[in-house]
Nanobody, 115 residues
Framework: QVQLVESGGGLVQPGGSLRLSCAAS????????IGWYRQAPGKQRELVSS???????QYADPVKGRFVLSKDTAKNTFYLQMNSLKPEDTAVYYC?????????WGQGTQVTVSS
């Protein structure tokens, strides 16, 4: 079982930046894919970014050019760098990991973009 612990959410002004972290309990090399979802109030959870172990990273259209998913395999941690934040980015952000067709979730972290 893969355990994921998130950190880094908070309140930021429009145009600002935040970096979310997701620490995995096991090596990222043992995980098939990782990424981030978000869920805004009253909306369905949506995929923000995903990365397969040996593949490229994908981004949802609303965040392309602003968000970057990166990994630190030495720390078993991956990140979501969020730049040029907009009020519509306000949501609870969840990291996830897939391994052998089992999906694991982080606990979620609130990101609020407001002046």
């Amino acid at each position: 079982q893969v355990q994921l612990v998130e950190s880094g959410g908070g309140l930021v002004q429009p145009g600002g930046s935040l970096r979310l972290s997701c620490a995995a309990s096991e090596s990222l090399f043992s995980i098939d894919s990782i990424g981030w979802y978000r869920q805004a109030p009253g909306k369905q959870r949506e995929l923000v970014s995903s990365s397969r172990r040996w593949g490229s990273t994908q981004y949802a259209d609303p965040v392309k050019g602003r968000f970057v998913l990166s990994k630190d395999t030495a720390k078993n941690t991956f990140y979501l760098q969020m730049n040029s934040l907009k009020p519509e980015d306000t949501a609870v952000y969840y990291c996830y990991a897939d391994r052998t067709n089992v999906h694991y979730w982080g606990q979620g972290t609130q990101v609020t973009v407001s002046s």
